[in-house]
């Protein structure tokens, strides 16, 4: 034996000597390397590399490259990338040598095609084929090549193509195989969860598999699922333990200890999956006590992997449901950490009771001088681990100590990121927990001038809206309001020129809002003083805007000063800011019309914004007509977008049906559309613009121009970011020279920390804690937010809708106007009503209050909200019964139990007046008419005449009344039936009536239903709904808004749905829920909505090509109204 | 997840870079400057974890570093993974280079940037931790490089015969010479 070692040894020079031959196809890639590090300059390099891409270049081109050269070359090309440069000529030799080469070959080519291509590259699609064949070689090595590619670059749309053999790999005899088989799985998971779905079965095969290494992989899958959905997976909780179990018990071979602890890797990967699984459950918690107990007694060696696992075992014990045992145990490990030398374990020792603190703040008193030392540490992480650990323990009391400690870390951190963090942080605090308004408004202007223009958007958003909308008392909200003007005063009456834009923004907003509060300073001042700022070259052009909006806010007299600042302004090169000073020029010379653009103390969510653009409807409607295409919203853009580019894997398949079908969805987009524009008659425009914005969808749109032409700058405070410039207020730098000081001797240094414990873990301790313990029960934050009316994801419907009842309004009072201005006729006979009033200028007067009531009435009809049986309206609440609500009390008596609408009032003259009611009949729409006579004398020969194009009338009765008595009622029914769905029909008519004989009035009178009226509920099975579903064949898909105010988001949005819509939930399972109605002439239609992240997908079907539509729009309207 | 491995020396140049999510070229080059940047201005005492880079990922991301003689081995990760266990993954990693290389040193890294590649494949497959065993990882490199020297023919030989060498287990040579606990001395060569 040892001479052959000798031997052997003695030949070992010589056989290096020759491995250094092997090693020559290296030879030129050593000589590059010598020759860069030779050079000196990065210009040097450039070149150098330029040269050796040329011969690249030259040399994959040749024919006469041999395959070992090639993959030499490769190996440079690989080098050059490393070093940033471009060598993508290389792409397709790495692609043809993986796919013509040997395994050596292809070695070299699918390492360099998964460095040098990204998942969208097109390259990629020439590998497929290639993968495909290894992945079905016999050869291991190969088969493993292909896994592995698959794994690192194989984007979405190609996995369907290997899915099958890789799916195949989990069932390969060597274990190898199955293991990276099931980490492409994992990845293919993570791009495309869907695609997977079916293989859930085999991932659960794997985490059974007999080799530890594969149970080990699957152990990444069952992580990411269980964090996704807990609940699903609580039946593997056994499992997990047992395996924890086991590996703790060092069942697995020796091969899998690393420092002689067991598979560590493995254990953390369970740790964490028990945490997950146990979170807020006490069952599943209850099964991994034991085993948690036992990890954290065995993981008492000291190295570094056994904190790794304490560490998640700590992190576990405090995420379960709690166990007070453990807990105590835990709490002990966390000191080790914590006390422990090694600044790596302090570190977690830190993330650990920041994790911790959150479930008892009691912990962190324990360690209150290990983190003073810690604040003070040379490591920056160190001190940021310990910042957020002091976040999280922060209350009312120690507030100011650790903002202020927050504070002096930011001062000296020149981390963009830590910065743009920490800020964030300090802001919500300040917000949360400020003792005073003078320590409130210091604070964050420490945030505005240390974030500077780093800020994130919502922290100035939310600071300005706190000041607006403030608390429910105004005298606390107007001191607030007070403090900041005066301190602002004081930051402008310094040096301004370092101030970050930001900040100069938030001030100018104030100033412009607020000045008038401060009673003892001039506005000639604050006006000066913004207009100095104007002049300053260091303020961004849009800071500008702010300011110039400010100014416009303050005049009042100020009249020379502005007029000078915007005939100045008048030349400048922004076109912008030369309209605002045209603007101001014109608001400043007319002080009524500045008090009405810009109402001074108007409640800050008064104004009311038309989001929908629905001025614009108009000119889109026009623009559908003249043939443009309509609009889609992003998402099916984007789906359509995608649909184009996904990769058919299929040859040639059936690209044309599929082509022909697209074309009729969009196609059957504009029905509704058409079919009310050409179905119209007399206010046409105003069904078409709703019509319009059924398709267009604009939530979300900053709306800058209204009505009236260009919306004020109220509502602009959402600042941008602008080129950041690391400014410091002058305040700031004095508190940072006191800072700088000489540091007190040591003695005194322990003195301060003491002081500093105190103050900082004050309200932490045992007697005053309880209270801060338990989070509920904290005290208030001190600045709370108003609830505001309108989120901002309703905001744009809601605004609509009220932009829209104005329009109604408007035109109910021009009706009324119209015919008050007719001639009257004197009171003289009995009356109907007894409150009738008797005089005509009281009657005058009874007709305001109407007009009143119709402006509510009409608006409620147009919005569809008055399905349900009769809502007492807000008005009525208010004001003694007025006319037409005792109507009601007309209604013949074997109506008077069906389902009916409000009373609307038509129109009236002195002499008549007329109202309408819908009832909801099985089998029809029943309008009824009552014709008031408004006279004390009788009128005759009283007809009534309908018209509508789109209905049909099924019956009609009362139509004609001989004698219509003084202040007496009668009525007429209309049974009205919708043959061809239509968003929106109006009718209407006229009455002729004789006050006199021969000589004959007409009132013209008009309204419109809506295909609502039309819809009744479908009772059907579930069964016979997916009979039915089947044969349908109209379908329309559209997103819809999810309501998500309650619990049971689909519930509530269905149950809104039916409300407004007298749909019949026919089932609901899970996450979708069907739905059926039927028109009145019998078609039916039936929804299947499904929860798709934030949105119901709203999927219709129906014999009836525009019913879907109608059915569609009526949805979006009753949950936009919601 | 490990979003990018980044193994450069004390002078900020790349010795290997391997990206698991896409960023652009340039992009790249920057996270390595940045990266660098961080890295190399943190003294020996200090923790092996930097946090909030806004490059990749943002606040959800966490560099984790280990500083060998002459080189950094940084890896970009994500917050589901565990710090120390990664602190521990670069360690199994260089052991493993030092195992399959002898004595592991920079130019190994340079000249035979293909062969680490083909290492670090075994231990971190797209991204995910494949494989922590480091006798495991070995057995699979030397199955490829069997391969090659079987195709090597007669210049694979020497090769072999060191292997066969290797394999006596012989006293002399004790296995894992330099590695401490955290810092192996790596012989520190002319830097390049």
């Given amino acids: ?1122 | 997840m490990i979003k990018a491995i980044l193994i450069f020396n004390n002078h900020g140049k790349p010795r290997l870079i391997r990206f698991y999510q896409y960023f652009a070229e340039d992009m790249q080059q920057q996270i390595i400057r940045e990266t660098f940047h961080l890295v190399s201005k943190r003294d020996d005492n200090v923790c092996n974890f930097l946090e909030g880079g806004s490059l990749i990922g943002g606040s959800d991301y966490k560099l984790i570093y280990r500083h060998y003689a002459t080189l950094y081995f940084v890896f970009c990760v994500d917050s589901s993974e565990s710090e120390l266990g990664i602190l521990d993954l670069i360690q199994v990693f260089v052991e493993t280079l030092d195992k399959c290389f002898e004595n592991v040193c920079e130019l190994d890294l340079i000249f035979h940037m293909d062969k680490v590649h083909y290492i670090l494949q075994e231990v971190v497959m797209g991204g995910m931790v494949l494989e922590t065993n480091m006798n495991e990882i070995v057995a699979q490199v030397e199955l490829q490089n069997r391969m090659e020297k079987s195709e090597g023919g007669l210049s694979g030989a020497p090769a072999r015969a060191v292997s066969a060498v290797k394999n006596m287990n012989l006293p002399e040579i004790p296995r894992n010479i330099n590695i401490g606990d955290i810092n192996i001395k790596v012989p520190s060569l002319s830097p390049f």
């Fill in chain 1, 1 to 1122: 034996m040892s001479d052959v070692v000798e031997k052997t040894l003695t030949a070992l020079p010589g056989l290096f000597d020759s491995q250094t031959g092997a090693a020559k196809i290296t030879n030129r890639l050593r000589q590059l390397v010598k020759s860069i590090t030779e050079l000196t300059s990065k210009h040097e390099e450039e070149n150098l590399i330029k040269q050796e891409l040329c011969a690249m270049k030259e040399q994959v081109s040749s024919p006469n490259t041999s395959m070992k050269q090639m993959r030499e070359i490769m190996v440079r090309a690989m080098y050059c990338e490393m070093l940033g440069y471009d060598a993508s000529f290389t792409y397709i030799h790495a692609i043809k040598l993986a796919q013509q080469g040997g395994v050596l070959e292809k070695r070299v080519g699918y390492l360099a095609v998964s460095l040098f291509l990204n998942e969208g590259h097109e390259l990629l699609l020439l590998l497929v084929n290639t993968v495909l064949k290894d992945l079905q070689s016999t050869n291991l090595i190969e088969a493993c090549m292909a896994l592995t590619v698959v794994a690192q670059v194989f984007p979405k749309d190609m996995i369907p193509a290997v899915l099958p053999l890789v799916e195949d790999k989990l069932s390969h005899p060597k274990e190898i195989i199955r293991r990276k088989a099931v980490l492409a799985l994992y990845k293919f998971y993570l791009i495309a969860p869907n695609q997977v779905q079916h293989i859930h079965g085999k991932f659960r095969k794997a985490l059974s598999d007999r080799d530890p290494g594969v149970m080990a992989s699957s152990l990444h899958i069952y992580l990411q699922l269980i964090r996704e959905s807990p609940d699903s997976y609580k039946d593997l909780t056994g499992s997990f333990v047992t395996i924890l179990k086991q590996v703790l018990g060092g069942k697995l071979p020796v091969d899998f200890n690393y420092h002689s602890v067991p598979a560590p890797w493995l254990q953390i990967q369970l740790l964490r999956i028990l945490s997950l699984l146990g979170k807020e459950d006490q069952s599943t918690s209850e099964l991994m006590y034991e085993v948690l107990d036992e990890s954290l007694r065995r993981a008492e060696m000291n190295h570094n992997i056994t904190y790794a696992i304490l560490y998640e075992c700590v992190k576990a014990v405090y995420t379960i449901h709690p166990k007070v045992e453990l807990l105590e145990k835990a709490a002990r490990c966390i000191g080790n950490f914590v006390l422990s030398p090694k600044i790596n374990l302090k570190y977690l020792g830190l993330k650990a009771l920041t994790y911790v603190v959150q479930h008892d703040a009691k912990l962190a008193l324990q360690h209150q001088m290990t983190i003073i030392e810690c604040l003070d540490h040379s490591d920056f992480t160190i001190k940021r681990e310990t910042l957020e650990l002091l976040f999280r323990i922060t209350n009312a009391q120690n507030v100011t100590v650790i903002v202020e400690k927050m504070l002096d870390f930011l001062r000296g951190c020149n981390d963009e990121h830590t910065i743009i963090h920490l800020v964030g942080k300090v802001s919500e605090l300040a917000e949360k927990f400020a003792p005073d308004n003078s320590w409130f408004i210091q604070t964050m202007n420490c945030v505005f001038s240390i974030g500077g223009d780093l800020l994130q958007q919502d922290v100035p958003n939310n600071f300005l809206r706190l000041l607006a909308e403030g608390s429910e008392s105004k005298e606390e909200d107007d001191q607030l309001r007070l403090y900041a003007v005066e301190s602002y005063l004081t930051v402008l009456k310094g040096h301004t020129s370092h101030l970050p834009q930001c900040f100069l923004q938030v001030m100018s907003w104030v100033l412009g809002e607020y000045a008038h509060l401060q009673g003892s300073v001039d506005r000639r001042e604050v006006i000066r003083l913004l207009t100095q700022l104007l002049d300053q070259r260091s303020v961004s052009s849009e800071t500008r805007v702010w300011i110039l909006s400010a100014l416009t806010k303050i005049p009042e007299g100020q009249t020379d000063l502005i007029l000078h600042l915007a005939e100045r302004l008048s030349s400048s090169q922004d076109t912008v800011l030369r309209q605002q000073a045209q603007e101001l020029l014109h608001l400043s010379q007319d002080s009524q019309l500045h008090e009405w653009v810009l109402p001074r103390g108007a409640p800050w969510d008064a104004i009311e914004v038309d989001s929908s653009l629905s001025f614009l409807d108009g000119f889109v409607s026009e623009a559908l007509a003249a043939g443009a295409a309509p609009y889609k919203p992003p998402h099916q853009r984007q789906e359509e977008l995608c649909e184009d580019r996904a990769l058919n894997l299929e040859p040639y398949s059936f690209s044309l049906p599929v082509s022909l079908s697209s074309c009729s969805i969009t196609d059957r987009q504009s029905p509704t559309l058409l079919s009310v524009s050409s179905g119209l008659s007399g206010n046409s425009t105003e069904l078409s613009q709703k019509a319009g914005s059924s398709t267009l969808i604009l939530e979300g749109v900053k709306r800058v121009w209204g009505k009236d032409g260009y919306l004020p700058q109220k509502e602009a405070t959402a600042p941008l970011v602008d080129e950041p410039s690391a400014a410091v207020q002058p305040p700031v730098q004095q508190e940072a020279a006191e800072r700088t000081e000489p540091r007190p001797e040591l003695s005194t240094r322990n003195q301060d920390k003491q002081q500093l414990a105190s103050s900082l873990f004050v309200g932490l301790g045992v007697g005053s804690s309880v209270s801060l313990l338990g989070r509920s029960e904290a005290p208030p934050p001190r600045f709370r937010k108003k609830p505001r009316p309108h989120e901002s994801s309703s905001s744009g419907t809601s605004e609509k809708s009220s932009g829209s009842s104005c329009r109604s309004s408007h035109h109910t009072t021009d009706i009324f106007l119209y015919g008050s201005f007719l001639e009257e006729e004197p009171a003289t006979s009995k009356s109907a009503f007894d409150h009738t009033p008797k005089s005509t200028t009281a009657n005058g007067l009874s007709q305001n209050k109407d007009t009143k009531e119709d402006k509510h009435a009409n608006t409620s009809q147009i919005f569809g909200g008055d399905m349900v049986i009769v809502r007492p309206s807000t008005i009525q609440d208010k004001h003694p019964p007025s006319e037409s609500s005792d109507l009601t009390a007309l209604l013949p008596a074997d109506l008077k139990d069906l389902p009916h609408s409000d009373v609307i009032s038509l129109t009236s003259d002195p002499s008549l007046s007329l109202s309408s009611c819908r009832l909801f009949r099985d089998e029809a729409l029943l309008l009824l008419i009552f014709i008031s006579n408004c006279t004390e004398t009788v009128i005759k020969d009283v007809a009534v005449q309908l018209t509508c194009e789109e209905l049909k009338t099924a019956s009609l009765r009362g139509n004609i009344v001989d004698c219509l008595e003084a202040r007496s009622t009668s009525v007429c029914h209309y049974a009205l039936l919708m043959d061809d769905p239509h968003t929106n029909v109006s009718f209407t008519g006229t009455v002729s009536y004789q006050t006199q004989p021969g000589h004959t009035n007409t009132l013209p009178f008009s309204g419109t239903l809506s295909t609502a009226d039309f819809i009744r509920p479908l009772v059907l099975t579930t069964e016979e709904y997916g009979k039915l579903w089947l044969s349908l064949s109209h379908d329309v898909k559209q997103n819809l808004k999810l309501l998500t105010d309650a619990g049971d988001p689909l519930r509530t949005t269905l149950n809104a749905l039916k409300d407004a819509l007298q749909l019949h939930v026919v089932d609901i399972i899970g996450s979708e829920g069907i739905v059926a109605c039927r028109l009145l002439s019998g078609a039916p239609c039936l929804l299947h909505c499904r929860v798709s992240g934030a949105a119901l997908v709203m999927w219709l079907r129906s014999p009836h090509p525009a019913l879907p539509d109608c059915i569609l729009y009526h949805c979006q309207r009753a949950l936009a109204h919601r």
